[in-house]
Protein backbone atom coordinates (compact mmCIF):
# COMPACT_ATOMS: atom_id res chain seq x y z
CA UNK A 1 0.00 0.00 0.00
CA UNK A 2 1.54 3.38 -1.25
CA UNK A 3 -0.89 5.08 1.61
CA UNK A 4 -2.73 4.00 4.59
CA UNK A 5 -4.72 5.11 7.58
CA UNK A 6 -4.51 2.73 10.68
CA UNK A 7 -7.40 3.43 13.77
CA UNK A 8 -7.18 7.04 12.79
CA UNK A 9 -9.42 9.09 14.56
CA UNK A 10 -9.89 13.29 13.93
CA UNK A 11 -12.12 15.77 16.42
CA UNK A 12 -13.54 19.05 15.55
CA UNK A 13 -13.35 20.35 18.82
CA UNK A 14 -14.86 18.32 20.85
CA UNK A 15 -16.95 15.96 18.18
CA UNK A 16 -15.61 13.38 17.56
CA UNK A 17 -15.88 13.14 12.91
CA UNK A 18 -13.50 10.20 12.44
CA UNK A 19 -13.58 6.94 14.89
CA UNK A 20 -10.90 4.39 13.79
CA UNK A 21 -11.11 4.74 10.42
CA UNK A 22 -8.75 2.31 8.55
CA UNK A 23 -7.72 1.95 4.98
CA UNK A 24 -5.32 1.19 2.14
CA UNK A 25 -4.41 2.69 -1.22
CA UNK A 26 -2.29 0.35 -3.43
CA UNK A 27 -0.11 1.98 -5.97
CA UNK A 28 -1.69 2.90 -9.22
CA UNK A 29 -5.09 2.06 -7.85
CA UNK A 30 -8.07 4.67 -8.13
CA UNK A 31 -10.02 4.25 -4.65
CA UNK A 32 -13.42 5.99 -3.83
CA UNK A 33 -14.59 7.37 -0.53
CA UNK A 34 -18.42 7.00 -0.68
CA UNK A 35 -20.98 7.80 1.65
CA UNK A 36 -23.80 10.82 2.16
CA UNK A 37 -22.91 14.66 2.86
CA UNK A 38 -21.39 15.15 6.48
CA UNK A 39 -20.26 11.47 7.15
CA UNK A 40 -16.39 12.44 7.50
CA UNK A 41 -15.60 12.19 3.70
CA UNK A 42 -13.70 15.57 3.59
CA UNK A 43 -12.33 14.74 7.01
CA UNK A 44 -10.56 11.99 5.82
CA UNK A 45 -8.81 13.58 3.43
CA UNK A 46 -7.87 16.71 5.43
CA UNK A 47 -6.47 14.52 7.58
CA UNK A 48 -4.49 12.55 4.76
CA UNK A 49 -2.87 15.87 4.23
CA UNK A 50 -2.35 17.23 7.36
CA UNK A 51 -4.90 20.21 7.59
CA UNK A 52 -7.05 18.53 10.50
CA UNK A 53 -4.09 16.61 11.80
CA UNK A 54 -5.54 13.22 13.39
CA UNK A 55 -5.74 12.66 17.37
CA UNK A 56 -4.76 9.58 17.60
CA UNK A 57 -3.89 6.61 14.61
CA UNK A 58 -1.39 6.48 11.84
CA UNK A 59 -1.25 7.65 8.87
CA UNK A 60 1.71 5.90 6.55
CA UNK A 61 2.95 7.00 3.67
CA UNK A 62 4.99 5.48 1.09
CA UNK A 63 6.11 3.59 4.05
CA UNK A 64 6.47 6.27 6.34
CA UNK A 65 4.79 7.62 9.42
CA UNK A 66 3.58 11.09 8.82
CA UNK A 67 0.74 11.66 10.81
CA UNK A 68 1.93 14.39 12.67
CA UNK A 69 3.68 15.88 9.27
CA UNK A 70 2.51 19.48 8.94
CA UNK A 71 0.98 19.92 5.00
CA UNK A 72 3.61 21.57 3.34
CA UNK A 73 5.96 18.63 4.06
CA UNK A 74 3.27 16.23 3.05
CA UNK A 75 3.11 17.92 -0.47
CA UNK A 76 6.97 17.41 -0.73
CA UNK A 77 6.55 13.96 0.14
CA UNK A 78 4.44 13.69 -3.41
CA UNK A 79 0.45 14.08 -1.35
CA UNK A 80 -1.65 16.68 -3.43
CA UNK A 81 -5.18 17.79 -2.47
CA UNK A 82 -7.92 19.16 -4.44
CA UNK A 83 -10.63 20.62 -1.93
CA UNK A 84 -14.42 20.30 -2.42
CA UNK A 85 -14.75 23.91 -2.17
CA UNK A 86 -11.53 24.18 -5.16
CA UNK A 87 -9.63 27.27 -3.12
CA UNK A 88 -8.31 28.88 -6.30
CA UNK A 89 -5.79 32.00 -5.54
CA UNK A 90 -8.86 34.46 -6.20
CA UNK A 91 -6.41 37.19 -6.98
CA UNK A 92 -4.09 35.09 -9.12
CA UNK A 93 -4.68 34.28 -12.86
CA UNK A 94 -5.22 30.56 -13.95
CA UNK A 95 -1.94 30.09 -14.76
CA UNK A 96 -0.48 31.36 -12.05
CA UNK A 97 -2.14 29.59 -9.97
CA UNK A 98 -0.77 26.31 -11.89
CA UNK A 99 2.97 27.62 -11.56
CA UNK A 100 3.03 28.36 -8.15
CA UNK A 101 2.16 24.68 -7.12
CA UNK A 102 5.19 24.23 -9.56
CA UNK A 103 6.96 26.81 -7.90
CA UNK A 104 6.59 25.33 -4.14
CA UNK A 105 7.21 21.57 -5.07
CA UNK A 106 9.16 20.40 -7.63
CA UNK A 107 9.17 16.92 -8.30
CA UNK A 108 9.79 15.59 -11.34
CA UNK A 109 7.31 13.69 -13.46
CA UNK A 110 5.28 13.40 -16.73
CA UNK A 111 2.87 16.17 -15.58
CA UNK A 112 4.25 19.93 -16.58
CA UNK A 113 1.87 23.01 -17.12
CA UNK A 114 1.92 22.10 -21.14
CA UNK A 115 0.69 18.64 -20.27
CA UNK A 116 -1.84 20.24 -17.75
CA UNK A 117 -3.22 22.71 -20.36
CA UNK A 118 -3.68 19.95 -22.63
CA UNK A 119 -5.59 17.79 -20.72
CA UNK A 120 -7.84 20.82 -19.98
CA UNK A 121 -7.64 23.00 -23.20
CA UNK A 122 -10.37 25.26 -21.76
CA UNK A 123 -7.17 26.40 -19.12
CA UNK A 124 -5.18 27.33 -22.01
CA UNK A 125 -7.63 29.88 -22.85
CA UNK A 126 -8.05 31.65 -19.68
CA UNK A 127 -4.59 31.76 -19.09
CA UNK A 128 -4.58 34.98 -17.69
CA UNK A 129 -8.16 35.22 -16.36
CA UNK A 130 -8.13 35.84 -12.88
CA UNK A 131 -9.09 32.95 -10.49
CA UNK A 132 -11.54 35.63 -9.24
CA UNK A 133 -13.58 35.20 -12.40
CA UNK A 134 -13.51 31.64 -13.93
CA UNK A 135 -16.61 29.89 -13.67
CA UNK A 136 -17.22 26.61 -10.96
CA UNK A 137 -16.12 23.90 -13.61
CA UNK A 138 -13.03 25.92 -14.89
CA UNK A 139 -12.04 26.16 -11.40
CA UNK A 140 -12.74 22.21 -10.79
CA UNK A 141 -10.49 21.50 -13.84
CA UNK A 142 -7.74 24.31 -12.78
CA UNK A 143 -7.83 22.78 -9.30
CA UNK A 144 -7.33 19.66 -10.90
CA UNK A 145 -4.66 20.68 -13.07
CA UNK A 146 -3.06 22.59 -10.13
CA UNK A 147 -2.75 19.18 -7.84
CA UNK A 148 -1.04 17.39 -10.98
CA UNK A 149 1.32 20.58 -11.44
CA UNK A 150 3.59 19.35 -8.34
CA UNK A 151 4.14 15.20 -9.83
CA UNK A 152 2.39 13.97 -6.97
CA UNK A 153 2.61 9.75 -6.19
CA UNK A 154 -0.74 10.23 -4.69
CA UNK A 155 -3.62 13.15 -5.51
CA UNK A 156 -6.54 13.18 -2.79
CA UNK A 157 -9.42 14.45 -4.78
CA UNK A 158 -12.70 15.72 -2.90
CA UNK A 159 -15.63 15.91 -4.57
CA UNK A 160 -14.78 15.79 -7.96
CA UNK A 161 -17.75 15.47 -9.39
CA UNK A 162 -19.86 17.57 -7.49
CA UNK A 163 -22.04 20.71 -8.95
CA UNK A 164 -21.06 19.92 -12.14
CA UNK A 165 -23.11 19.41 -15.41
CA UNK A 166 -23.23 15.63 -16.95
CA UNK A 167 -20.84 16.88 -19.81
CA UNK A 168 -18.57 18.29 -17.67
CA UNK A 169 -18.56 15.23 -15.05
CA UNK A 170 -17.74 13.19 -18.29
CA UNK A 171 -15.03 15.43 -19.30
CA UNK A 172 -13.98 15.17 -15.41
CA UNK A 173 -14.30 10.95 -15.32
CA UNK A 174 -12.32 10.83 -18.91
CA UNK A 175 -9.17 13.79 -17.12
CA UNK A 176 -9.12 10.68 -14.20
CA UNK A 177 -8.49 8.22 -16.57
CA UNK A 178 -5.98 10.39 -18.14
CA UNK A 179 -4.23 11.13 -15.31
CA UNK A 180 -4.10 7.34 -14.39
CA UNK A 181 -2.82 5.86 -17.17
CA UNK A 182 -0.15 8.05 -16.56
CA UNK A 183 0.73 6.10 -13.20
CA UNK A 184 -0.66 8.52 -10.78
CA UNK A 185 -2.53 6.96 -7.61
CA UNK A 186 -5.75 8.40 -6.74
CA UNK A 187 -7.82 8.81 -3.47
CA UNK A 188 -11.36 10.44 -4.46
CA UNK A 189 -14.40 11.28 -1.87
CA UNK A 190 -17.60 11.53 -3.75
CA UNK A 191 -21.16 10.64 -3.78
CA UNK A 192 -21.86 9.93 -7.17
CA UNK A 193 -21.70 6.27 -7.31
CA UNK A 194 -22.21 5.96 -11.00
CA UNK A 195 -19.12 8.47 -11.38
CA UNK A 196 -17.06 6.81 -8.79
CA UNK A 197 -17.86 3.21 -10.73
CA UNK A 198 -17.06 4.48 -13.72
CA UNK A 199 -13.59 5.85 -12.48
CA UNK A 200 -12.76 3.49 -9.36
CA UNK A 201 -11.35 0.05 -8.88
CA UNK A 202 -12.62 -0.17 -5.22
CA UNK A 203 -14.68 1.67 -2.79
CA UNK A 204 -14.97 2.15 0.85
CA UNK A 205 -18.32 3.41 2.49
CA UNK A 206 -18.38 5.83 4.86
CA UNK A 207 -21.02 6.69 7.44
CA UNK A 208 -21.05 8.55 10.42
CA UNK A 209 -17.55 8.70 10.66
CA UNK A 210 -16.61 5.17 10.28
CA UNK A 211 -15.92 2.90 7.63
CA UNK A 212 -19.40 0.65 6.80
CA UNK A 213 -18.05 -1.48 3.80
CA UNK A 214 -15.65 -1.82 1.47
CA UNK A 215 -14.59 -3.53 -1.81
CA UNK A 216 -14.19 -3.80 -5.36
CA UNK A 217 -16.95 -0.75 -6.96
CA UNK A 218 -18.31 -3.22 -9.46
CA UNK A 219 -19.47 -5.71 -6.25
CA UNK A 220 -20.61 -2.15 -4.40
CA UNK A 221 -22.48 -1.19 -7.59
CA UNK A 222 -24.63 -4.80 -7.56
CA UNK A 223 -24.90 -4.50 -3.80
CA UNK A 224 -28.61 -2.73 -3.41
CA UNK A 225 -28.73 -3.53 0.66
CA UNK A 226 -25.48 -1.59 0.99
CA UNK A 227 -26.28 1.38 -1.75
CA UNK A 228 -29.98 1.91 -0.38
CA UNK A 229 -28.69 1.78 3.35
CA UNK A 230 -25.56 4.15 3.02
CA UNK A 231 -25.55 6.03 -0.38
CA UNK A 232 -29.49 6.36 -1.61
CA UNK A 233 -30.62 9.97 -1.02
CA UNK B 1 -0.32 83.36 -3.32
CA UNK B 2 0.59 80.12 -5.29
CA UNK B 3 3.96 80.01 -4.28
CA UNK B 4 2.64 79.60 -0.66
CA UNK B 5 0.04 76.77 -2.03
CA UNK B 6 3.00 75.31 -4.00
CA UNK B 7 4.99 75.22 -0.85
CA UNK B 8 1.86 74.00 1.84
CA UNK B 9 1.51 71.08 -1.01
CA UNK B 10 5.24 70.72 -0.69
CA UNK B 11 5.21 70.21 3.04
CA UNK B 12 2.27 67.81 2.65
CA UNK B 13 3.34 65.33 0.20
CA UNK B 14 6.40 64.73 2.61
CA UNK B 15 4.49 64.86 5.25
CA UNK B 16 1.94 62.45 3.71
CA UNK B 17 5.59 59.99 2.46
CA UNK B 18 6.26 59.98 5.77
CA UNK B 19 3.33 58.53 7.18
CA UNK B 20 3.03 56.03 3.92
CA UNK B 21 6.55 54.62 5.10
CA UNK B 22 5.10 53.79 8.35
CA UNK B 23 1.73 52.67 7.09
CA UNK B 24 3.00 50.31 3.73
CA UNK B 25 4.54 48.09 6.82
CA UNK B 26 1.51 48.24 8.73
CA UNK B 27 -0.59 47.78 5.92
CA UNK B 28 1.45 44.50 4.64
CA UNK B 29 1.08 42.66 8.07
CA UNK B 30 -2.50 43.36 8.19
CA UNK B 31 -3.22 42.73 4.41
CA UNK B 32 -1.78 39.46 4.57
CA UNK B 33 -1.04 38.35 8.57
CA UNK B 34 -4.68 39.64 9.49
CA UNK B 35 -2.89 41.55 12.57
CA UNK B 36 -3.74 44.73 13.55
CA UNK B 37 0.24 45.41 14.95
CA UNK B 38 -0.28 48.45 17.24
CA UNK B 39 3.11 47.66 17.97
CA UNK B 40 4.43 49.29 14.58
CA UNK B 41 4.87 52.98 15.72
CA UNK B 42 7.21 51.17 18.46
CA UNK B 43 9.58 49.84 15.37
CA UNK B 44 9.57 53.30 13.91
CA UNK B 45 10.54 54.52 17.20
CA UNK B 46 13.66 51.93 18.06
CA UNK B 47 14.42 52.32 14.11
CA UNK B 48 15.05 55.76 15.06
CA UNK B 49 17.04 55.47 17.93
CA UNK B 50 18.63 52.38 16.23
CA UNK B 51 20.00 53.98 13.87
CA UNK B 52 20.69 57.17 15.76
CA UNK B 53 23.20 54.75 17.54
CA UNK B 54 24.56 53.15 14.86
CA UNK B 55 25.56 56.67 12.77
CA UNK B 56 26.64 57.66 16.12
CA UNK B 57 29.07 54.90 16.51
CA UNK B 58 29.92 55.57 12.78
CA UNK B 59 31.57 58.58 12.77
CA UNK B 60 27.89 60.59 12.30
CA UNK B 61 27.36 58.85 9.14
CA UNK B 62 23.40 58.98 8.27
CA UNK B 63 23.30 56.72 5.75
CA UNK B 64 25.10 53.66 7.39
CA UNK B 65 23.04 54.48 10.42
CA UNK B 66 20.51 54.38 8.10
CA UNK B 67 21.36 50.80 6.29
CA UNK B 68 22.15 48.81 9.57
CA UNK B 69 19.98 50.58 12.20
CA UNK B 70 16.53 49.02 10.95
CA UNK B 71 18.78 45.61 10.61
CA UNK B 72 18.50 45.30 14.53
CA UNK B 73 14.80 46.37 14.67
CA UNK B 74 13.92 43.65 12.26
CA UNK B 75 16.21 41.49 14.67
CA UNK B 76 13.44 42.27 17.65
CA UNK B 77 10.13 42.10 14.94
CA UNK B 78 11.22 38.67 14.50
CA UNK B 79 11.37 37.29 18.58
CA UNK B 80 7.77 39.78 18.48
CA UNK B 81 6.52 36.96 16.08
CA UNK B 82 7.96 34.10 16.29
CA UNK B 83 7.87 33.97 19.97
CA UNK B 84 4.21 36.02 20.63
CA UNK B 85 2.14 37.24 17.92
CA UNK B 86 2.38 33.69 16.30
CA UNK B 87 0.41 32.78 19.49
CA UNK B 88 -2.33 34.94 18.65
CA UNK B 89 -3.29 34.93 14.78
CA UNK B 90 -6.27 32.26 15.35
CA UNK B 91 -7.89 34.66 18.32
CA UNK B 92 -9.91 37.64 17.63
CA UNK B 93 -8.26 40.74 17.09
CA UNK B 94 -9.02 42.61 20.57
CA UNK B 95 -6.34 40.27 21.84
CA UNK B 96 -3.93 40.99 19.16
CA UNK B 97 -4.40 44.61 19.90
CA UNK B 98 -3.64 43.75 23.45
CA UNK B 99 -0.33 42.43 23.16
CA UNK B 100 0.76 44.76 20.29
CA UNK B 101 -0.14 47.44 22.61
CA UNK B 102 1.75 46.05 25.70
CA UNK B 103 4.73 45.48 23.17
CA UNK B 104 4.19 49.90 22.41
CA UNK B 105 4.03 50.36 26.52
CA UNK B 106 7.61 47.60 26.80
CA UNK B 107 9.68 49.29 24.11
CA UNK B 108 8.93 52.75 25.60
CA UNK B 109 10.12 52.06 28.46
CA UNK B 110 12.91 49.67 27.03
CA UNK B 111 14.23 53.15 25.45
CA UNK B 112 13.65 54.88 28.35
CA UNK B 113 16.31 52.84 29.96
CA UNK B 114 18.56 52.49 27.12
CA UNK B 115 18.38 55.83 26.05
CA UNK B 116 17.46 57.80 28.79
CA UNK B 117 13.72 60.17 29.31
CA UNK B 118 14.89 62.76 27.59
CA UNK B 119 14.88 63.60 24.18
CA UNK B 120 18.06 63.72 21.70
CA UNK B 121 18.40 66.43 19.03
CA UNK B 122 18.86 64.51 15.94
CA UNK B 123 21.95 65.18 13.42
CA UNK B 124 21.73 66.16 9.99
CA UNK B 125 22.62 64.78 6.29
CA UNK B 126 25.31 65.31 5.26
CA UNK B 127 24.38 66.74 1.34
CA UNK B 128 20.82 66.63 2.57
CA UNK B 129 20.96 69.07 5.48
CA UNK B 130 20.07 72.82 3.31
CA UNK B 131 17.02 74.16 1.74
CA UNK B 132 16.38 74.66 -1.92
CA UNK B 133 15.04 77.70 -3.66
CA UNK B 134 11.55 76.69 -5.27
CA UNK B 135 9.33 79.63 -6.71
CA UNK B 136 11.29 82.18 -4.73
CA UNK B 137 11.00 80.31 -1.12
CA UNK B 138 13.41 78.39 0.25
CA UNK B 139 12.13 74.19 0.84
CA UNK B 140 14.60 71.58 2.93
CA UNK B 141 16.37 69.68 0.52
CA UNK B 142 15.49 66.72 2.87
CA UNK B 143 11.88 66.94 2.57
CA UNK B 144 12.31 66.72 -1.07
CA UNK B 145 14.63 63.56 -0.54
CA UNK B 146 11.38 62.17 1.63
CA UNK B 147 8.98 63.03 -1.75
CA UNK B 148 11.21 60.86 -4.10
CA UNK B 149 11.39 57.78 -1.43
CA UNK B 150 8.69 57.33 -0.28
CA UNK B 151 7.16 56.51 -4.40
CA UNK B 152 10.54 53.99 -4.63
CA UNK B 153 9.47 52.27 -2.05
CA UNK B 154 5.64 52.20 -3.23
CA UNK B 155 7.31 51.15 -6.48
CA UNK B 156 9.35 48.33 -4.91
CA UNK B 157 6.54 47.06 -2.92
CA UNK B 158 4.39 46.86 -5.62
CA UNK B 159 6.83 44.92 -8.39
CA UNK B 160 8.00 42.82 -5.27
CA UNK B 161 4.36 41.63 -4.47
CA UNK B 162 2.88 41.56 -8.10
CA UNK B 163 5.92 40.61 -10.32
CA UNK B 164 7.93 38.17 -8.36
CA UNK B 165 7.10 34.55 -7.06
CA UNK B 166 7.98 35.31 -3.71
CA UNK B 167 5.57 38.12 -4.10
CA UNK B 168 2.84 35.96 -5.93
CA UNK B 169 3.14 33.26 -2.98
CA UNK B 170 2.90 35.58 -0.18
CA UNK B 171 -0.82 37.07 -1.77
CA UNK B 172 -1.55 33.26 -2.33
CA UNK B 173 -1.04 32.77 1.26
CA UNK B 174 -2.67 35.43 2.48
CA UNK B 175 -5.52 34.65 0.62
CA UNK B 176 -5.70 31.16 1.27
CA UNK B 177 -2.97 30.24 4.25
CA UNK B 178 -4.75 26.66 4.56
CA UNK B 179 -4.37 25.87 0.67
CA UNK B 180 -1.03 27.43 0.44
CA UNK B 181 0.30 24.92 2.78
CA UNK B 182 -1.18 22.00 1.29
CA UNK B 183 0.69 23.21 -2.32
CA UNK B 184 3.95 22.94 0.04
CA UNK B 185 4.29 26.39 1.18
CA UNK B 186 5.78 26.85 4.85
CA UNK B 187 3.32 29.65 5.85
CA UNK B 188 4.46 30.37 9.16
CA UNK B 189 7.80 31.12 8.14
CA UNK B 190 6.14 33.42 5.28
CA UNK B 191 4.07 35.15 7.66
CA UNK B 192 7.27 35.45 9.66
CA UNK B 193 9.01 36.80 6.83
CA UNK B 194 6.27 39.64 5.91
CA UNK B 195 6.25 40.39 9.73
CA UNK B 196 9.94 41.12 9.74
CA UNK B 197 9.68 43.16 6.32
CA UNK B 198 6.97 44.94 8.08
CA UNK B 199 8.91 45.95 10.34
CA UNK B 200 11.82 46.60 8.25
CA UNK B 201 9.70 49.19 6.61
CA UNK B 202 8.19 50.97 10.11
CA UNK B 203 12.15 50.90 11.33
CA UNK B 204 13.15 52.69 7.82
CA UNK B 205 10.61 55.29 8.47
CA UNK B 206 11.90 56.06 11.67
CA UNK B 207 15.89 56.13 10.59
CA UNK B 208 14.14 58.65 8.00
CA UNK B 209 12.80 60.50 10.61
CA UNK B 210 15.81 61.27 12.53
CA UNK B 211 16.85 64.14 10.49
CA UNK B 212 13.52 65.28 9.81
CA UNK B 213 11.26 65.37 13.36
CA UNK B 214 14.89 67.03 15.19
CA UNK B 215 13.97 65.38 18.47
CA UNK B 216 14.50 61.39 19.13
CA UNK B 217 11.89 61.41 22.41
CA UNK B 218 10.51 57.97 23.67
CA UNK B 219 6.81 57.56 22.52
CA UNK B 220 7.70 58.95 19.77
CA UNK B 221 6.23 56.56 17.42
CA UNK B 222 2.32 57.03 18.99
CA UNK B 223 1.20 59.81 17.39
CA UNK B 224 2.63 59.03 13.44
CA UNK B 225 1.30 55.28 14.30
CA UNK B 226 -2.31 56.89 14.95
CA UNK B 227 -2.05 58.76 11.46
CA UNK B 228 -1.29 55.51 10.16
CA UNK B 229 -4.16 53.81 11.27
CA UNK B 230 -6.29 56.77 9.84
CA UNK B 231 -4.62 56.22 6.89
CA UNK B 232 -5.14 52.15 6.69
CA UNK B 233 -8.73 53.02 7.49
CA UNK B 234 -9.35 55.60 4.93
CA UNK B 235 -7.07 53.64 2.08
CA UNK B 236 -8.75 50.08 2.73
CA UNK B 237 -7.20 48.23 5.67
CA UNK B 238 -4.92 45.69 3.99
CA UNK B 239 -4.64 47.71 0.49
CA UNK B 240 -1.33 48.88 -0.21
CA UNK B 241 -2.43 51.07 -3.05
CA UNK B 242 -5.54 52.65 -0.74
CA UNK B 243 -2.52 53.67 2.33
CA UNK B 244 -0.54 55.61 -0.25
CA UNK B 245 -3.37 57.44 -1.73
CA UNK B 246 -4.42 57.66 1.71
CA UNK B 247 -1.01 58.85 3.15
CA UNK B 248 -1.43 61.44 -0.04
CA UNK B 249 -4.78 62.85 1.28
CA UNK B 250 -3.88 62.91 4.85
CA UNK B 251 -0.57 64.75 4.60
CA UNK B 252 -1.77 67.53 2.48
CA UNK B 253 -5.20 67.65 4.32
CA UNK B 254 -3.09 68.36 7.64
CA UNK B 255 -0.68 70.55 5.63
CA UNK B 256 -3.41 72.81 4.49
CA UNK B 257 -5.37 72.65 7.82
CA UNK B 258 -1.90 73.84 9.16
CA UNK B 259 -1.73 76.90 6.62
CA UNK B 260 -5.28 78.06 6.74
CA UNK B 261 -7.18 76.86 9.42
CA UNK B 262 -4.78 76.12 12.60
CA UNK B 263 -7.10 75.08 15.34
CA UNK B 264 -9.04 72.39 13.32
CA UNK B 265 -5.51 70.86 11.83
CA UNK B 266 -5.98 67.40 13.73
CA UNK B 267 -9.54 67.90 13.19
CA UNK B 268 -9.93 67.80 9.76
CA UNK B 269 -7.75 64.43 9.66
CA UNK B 270 -10.58 62.74 12.18
CA UNK B 271 -13.31 63.90 10.15
CA UNK B 272 -12.34 62.98 6.73
CA UNK B 273 -11.59 59.13 8.73
CA UNK B 274 -15.83 59.62 10.13
CA UNK B 275 -17.18 60.92 6.86
CA UNK B 276 -15.17 57.93 5.07
CA UNK B 277 -16.22 55.58 7.44
CA UNK B 278 -20.26 56.34 7.28
CA UNK B 279 -20.27 56.42 3.38
CA UNK B 280 -17.52 54.20 2.42
CA UNK B 281 -16.82 51.84 5.69
CA UNK B 282 -14.32 49.68 4.09
CA UNK B 283 -12.09 52.69 2.91
CA UNK B 284 -11.48 53.80 -1.13
CA UNK B 285 -9.79 50.67 -1.93
CA UNK B 286 -10.96 48.03 0.54
CA UNK B 287 -13.20 45.26 -0.43
CA UNK B 288 -16.44 45.36 1.31
CA UNK B 289 -16.12 41.78 2.91
CA UNK B 290 -13.05 41.97 4.47
Known amino acids: ?233 | MLESIVHVCLAGLSQGMFIWLVASGLTLIFGVLGVLNFAHGAFYMLGAYFCYTVLAALGDNFWLGLIFGPLFVCAVGFLVERYFLRYVYHLDLPYQLLLTFAFVLIFDDLVKIVWGAGSISSPTVPGLGGSVSIMGRMFPTYSLFIIAVGPLVALGLWAALERTWAGRIIRAASSDREMAAALGAKVPWIFTGVFVFGVWLGALGGGLAVPYVGLLTPGMGESIVIEAFVVAVIGGLGSLKGAFFGALIIGLLSSFGTRFLPSFDMFLTFILMALVLLWRPQGFFGEASR
Not at chain 1, 19 to 45: C, H, Y
Not at chain 1, 95 to 112: H, P, Q, Y
Not at chain 1, 126 to 133: A, E, F, I, V, Y
Not at chain 1, 162 to 179: D, W, Y
Open chain 1, 1 to 233: MILSLVDVNTFYGTSHILQDISLGVGQGEVVALLGRNGVGKTTTLRTIMGLTPPASGGILFQGQEVQGDPPWNKAKLGLAYMPDDLRIFPDLTCEENLDIAAKLVKREGFWDKKKVMSLFPVLAERRDQKGLNMSGGEKKMLSLGRALMSNPAVVLLDEPSEGLAPLIVRTLAEAIETIRSHGMTILLADQNLKFCRRVSDRGYIIEKGQIVHEGDMEDIWDNQDVVNKYLAL
